[in-house]
């Protein structure tokens, strides 16, 4: 069982939350200038790390209110929480978030919204 | 394709001597069963291989069988970090069944279903295969009619299929509780009488003494940490243990598909997540069918040991630690005990939890990668052990022939960039 820690509501058992995968996976802007194996990479590729990941989760069955989380994958260790409209602020968090392939793929770079501060 | 061949049960034994039959069972009785020759060895690792298959779960194992049994390639060696089969092969619920809607899905679910009415035959081992019938229930109207759709698109593949209402479903499932204001009713269901269950130990050990006998290698306890890749090619594998050379390399390592690929430097369409399953105690004889229902994630089918065996759903969450949330196991219990009332007072024994490699079209990836002589086979998530004899056969092929044949060729990686899914989600998505 993971123990979540809803940034509204605090400690709940995870039959609460609903998963939402993969944190960051910003939608590319201009989706036709990429190629099918571009789109491909944004649409079907997964990190899947085993150890640190930045995922997403919905407090479904509380405030309803979607956030972030810095997880281990090994250990379900929960690391950070913090809110989705914003890039994780622990440096496993931020090394984690700046190392990943997502940051050089094609559809990252065509992302015109920039959303993190 | 070559065909497997039967020839009764000596497939890749040395001698007489090492078959199992009656008469050896008497012979090693004298002598109070202490000197059963081994069933495989453990070598210590060649300094190279022509093929080396990472992962020692049924899949890897069979492929490695395959490969020497009809593709003369003996020089191979099968290499798992822990112990033979305690992935997810060791840890399932064995329902087997081949009634998948779409074509691509019946080539591989029902080639493997033709292995297994021979497998005990051909590997001269008992996989204890009970072809005792997968019934799967029907919990809505909407279900129900949808069905009917799938069992008529089966039919046309010529797999066995039958559309049952509630008064015969009771009449084969005394116990199920057809009341029809449960909040999930049965409403109907279809059955595959030529699906049932095997017993999953035996089919790794199976497959390994097998190999074993035809000179495969099968390495435990070594980890594969590294590929050496030389001009995009696969030249070896790094190991705990240190290098081998390899002319070719499969990886079927199911949970940690993902992780491999990372070695080898290319991605997959691939999230891992925890599936559970419990046992209860050991019960006299009440449930002669597997019983699956994909809307109340709920799966139970009875021991040859009496326990009844149950499975549920996916866990929602990416995770490598080989145990799931209480949640999950507390949803499927209610169901379990509002369709069979008499499970109320089961104690159960264990759960445990295994990682599963779910594919977003919820099918299989048979397929070479962007490395030359590397190749995965994974993706099979919540429903690969009844494929392990056909997944091992067609990847066996794939190795040997470097080149995809009919049934394996939709089931390559690059399905994802041209579209080309084969969405089993309504058949395979939540069920085994
Ligand atoms: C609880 C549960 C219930 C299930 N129920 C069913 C069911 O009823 N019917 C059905 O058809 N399917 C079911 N499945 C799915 C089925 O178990 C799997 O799809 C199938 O067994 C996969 O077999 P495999 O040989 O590919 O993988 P595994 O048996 O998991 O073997 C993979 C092997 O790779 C090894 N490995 C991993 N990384 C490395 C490395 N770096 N180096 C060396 N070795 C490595 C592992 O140690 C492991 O032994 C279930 C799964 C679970 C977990
Ligand atoms: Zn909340």
């Known amino acids: ?117 | 394709m070559k065909k497997p061949r039967s020839n009764f049960g000596m497939q890749g034994l040395r001698s007489e001597k090492e078959k199992y039959s009656i008469f050896s069972l008497a012979r090693n009785a004298f002598t109070h069963h202490e000197n059963w020759a081994q069933a495989w060895k453990s070598p210590e690792p060649k300094t190279e291989y022509d093929v080396i298959i990472i992962g020692g779960g049924g899949h890897g194992l069979a492929t490695a069988y395959y490969l020497a049994s009809q593709h003369g390639m003996k020089n191979v060696a099968v290499i798992d970090k822990g112990w033979l089969g305690g992935g997810n092969t060791g840890r399932n619920t064995t329902i087997i069944r081949s009634n998948y809607m779409w074509d691509e899905s019946a080539g591989i679910y029902e080639h493997s279903l033709k292995l297994w009415e021979k497998l005990s035959q051909e590997l001269n081992f008992n996989t204890m295969f009970s072809q005792r019938g997968v019934l799967t229930l029907a919990h809505s109207e909407h279900e129900l009619k949808e069905m009917n759709r799938r069992v008529e698109a089966i039919r046309l593949n010529g797999i066995d299929s039958d559309v049952l209402n509630p008064a015969q479903i009771k009449k084969l499932v005394p116990i199920i509780n057809i009341n029809p204001n449960l909040r999930y009713p049965v409403m109907g269901g279809f059955i595959q009488r030529r699906g049932g269950t095997a017993r999953h130990d035996a089919v790794a050990w199976g497959y390994a003494r097998a190999a074993d006998n035809l000179g495969v290698d099968i390495i435990q306890n070594c980890e594969v940490t590294g590929f050496n890749i030389k001009n995009g090619k696969v030249a070896g594998v790094q190991t705990a243990n240190g290098p081998i050379k390899a002319g070719k390399v499969g990886c079927v390592v199911a949970g940690h598909a993902g992780v491999l690929a990372g070695l080898a430097g290319f991605r997959l369409p691939i999230d891992s997540r925890p599936l559970q399953a419990l046992v209860s105690e050991p019960i006299k004889p009440i449930l002669d069918t597997v019983i699956m229902s994909n809307s109340v994630h709920m799966y139970v089918s009875q021991s040859d040991k009496g326990e009844m065996v149950f499975g549920a759903g996916a866990d929602s969450y990416n995770s490598y630690a080989q145990k799931g949330s209480l949640n999950i196991i507390e949803g499927m219990l209610a169901a379990a005990v509002e369709l069979f009332p008499v499970f109320s007072r089961l104690r159960m024994l264990r759960s445990w939890g295994g990682i599963v490699d779910t594919c977003p079209d919820a099918s299989p990836i048979i397929s070479k990668t962007p490395i030359d002589n590397l190749y995965f086979n994974c993706g099979w998530g919540t429903g690969g052990f009844k494929a392990t004899p056909g997944s091992g056969h067609v990847f066996a092929d794939l190795i040997a022939r470097n080149e995809p044949n009919s049934i394996t060729a939709p089931f390559t990686l690059n399905r994802f960039v041209d579209g080309y899914l084969i969405d089993e989600h309504g058949a395979a998505g939540v069920a085994h």
């Open chain 1, 1 to 117: 069982m993971l123990y979540i820690k809803c940034p509204w509501c605090g400690y709940r058992d995870d039959a609460e939350f609903h998963y939402g995968g993969e944190a960051h996976i910003k939608r590319p802007f201009d989706a036709d200038s990429l190629s099918d194996e571009e789109f491909s990479e944004y649409l079907f590729q997964k990190s899947n790390t085993k150890g640190l990941t930045l995922e997403r989760w919905v407090h479904t069955s509380g405030c309803r209110r979607w956030f972030n989380v810095l997880r281990n994958t090994v250990t379900n260790e929960i690391i950070e929480v913090y809110p989705s409209n914003q890039l994780p602020s622990s440096q496993a968090g931020k090394e984690y978030y700046k190392n990943n392939w997502r940051r050089k793929s094609a559809a990252e770079s065509l992302t015109t919204r920039q959303v993190e501060k």
